[in-house]
Structure formats: structure tokens, C-alpha cells
């Protein structure tokens, strides 16, 4: 479950995109990217996905050099989870899952009884089975979402890229569809997601890697490394982090939310004093 990034560097044509990222996950988790738009998140993603090549620096998946893989022996590493979308035929829950084991058959054969398995499996463990036989385009977006993480799992790879797992999604379905994706971590998974919302992050992020003008910018668990001044540097914006249920829990309040004369962990925080 292990993914190491070491010194990586990439350009699209003149323009340098990433510059010298630096990290690695060791251990089942779930790693929250944080960043504002065009700051290099996707590109990060392409890269560490085989998708683009044409970097310098290394990125090994169990100790595999990702770029060397064939498209199969990857697609056993790390599978990608889109955002929720409308594909452009009505398939079956089922036959959207079982897309996710195309690595596992050759293209003059179909699944069978293995990959069939293997989907059941996925939508299982994700609370989907009884929708099996549904069109995905009549789906809501967290359920479409679920199914989009099940093919994934189909793939069975341990390596899950999320993008943006909970755009566009109500806020309810925010929170069962992340809650799902920690239940991942603790089953083995690695899940490696991209968020514009650092309240997730406090919530359910064991890692966080904010970037900065295509750079790491801090590195560490929410606790180490999520405070206002992080995030005035990230989004301009004054945010102050405020502890609750004696430190169990952090919320993020918009600074101008924050009552003139209100003392606590946020004032501090925002104040860039450390709490
Ligand atoms: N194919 C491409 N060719 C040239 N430049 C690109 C290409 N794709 C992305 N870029 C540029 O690279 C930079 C990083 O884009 P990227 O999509 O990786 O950012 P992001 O952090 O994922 O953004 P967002 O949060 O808005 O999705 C941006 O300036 C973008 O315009």
C-alpha cells in the first residue's frame, strides 16, 4: 500500500507545473491534497497515475517504478475515481463495477465468474449491492459516486486516486460517501484524494499535502500541519480553526465570521500565534 514521490518535477511544454515534490505513504491511510485551483493537484494526480510520463524526479508504487509498468501490472497498483459523471449509455450498477476488472481479462473474452465475484465484492463492501440492477444514470450523485469508488475497488488495486470524491454532492452524502472512503483506509486501502474543502480534511485526512505555486508547502497529520496562517497562504482568505469537544474535533470559521473581541483556539490561530 506504499506510494513514494522523490523530488518530482513536471512541465507542460515551457510551463513548470510541479516543482520538486517530495512525500511518501507507508502505511494504509487516507491523504488529503490540498490546494487552491491550478495549483498542480491533477497534474500530481496524472503523473502519479502513469498518465503523464515526462517527468523528472521518481514515483514507486510497492517499490515499483510506476512509469515502468505495463497498463495492466499498474492497473493492479492504483485505480482513479472520477468525479461523479453521466456516462453516455444507461449501464447496470453491475456492468459499471465489472469495468473495473477489464485488467483482469483479455480483450477477445468477457467476465465471468472471478470478475463477477469481484464486483459483488465491491459493491458490498460499500453498501451498493441491492442496487445492482440499477440504471447508473437514474442513480443520485452519492450513490453514482459509490459506484464509481466500487468499480475501482473491482480493479483491485490498494491504490485509490480520488478526485475531488465529494463535489457536487449534497452535504450529506459528503460525509457517507467520506465516511466510506476512511472505512477503506481501515480495511487496507490507501486512498490518496484531492479536496477544496479543508473541513474534510480535519475530519477525515490521517495526512495532508498542501501545495503552493506547484510546490509542497506543508506536509504532515491535520494536526501538524492545518492552522490559519496555513490556509490564509493557500486561499487569501483570514480562517480560524477552532478546537472543539476539548480538542476531539477542529472547525474552520471564516475570519469574518469570527465576533469582534471572541477569545479561543480560532482568535489565536488567526492571530497566527500558535494555540
Ligand atoms: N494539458 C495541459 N497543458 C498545459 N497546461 C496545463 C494542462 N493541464 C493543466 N495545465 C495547467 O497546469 C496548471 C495546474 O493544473 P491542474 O489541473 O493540475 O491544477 P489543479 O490544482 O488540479 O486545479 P483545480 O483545483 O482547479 O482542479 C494550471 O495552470 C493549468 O492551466
Redesign the pocket.
Known sequence: MSIQVDRLHFS?RS?Q?LTDITFSVEEPSLLCLL?P???????LFRCMLGLLTGYSGSITAEGHHIRKLAPAQLARLVAYVPQSHSPAFSYSVQDMVLMGTASHFSLMSSPGRKERGLADEAMERLGILHLRERSFLELSGGERQLVLIARALAQQARILFMDEPTANLDYGNQLRVLQRVKELTRGGYTVIQ?T?NPDQVLLFADRVLAMKDGRVFAWGTPGEVMNGELLKELYGVDIALEQLYGGAVSVCIPGFAVPAGAVGDGKRKLAGVSG
Do not use: F, L, P
Open positions: 507542460y510551463k507545473v490546494g485551483n491550478g495549483v498542480g493537484k491533477s497534474t484531492s477544496h
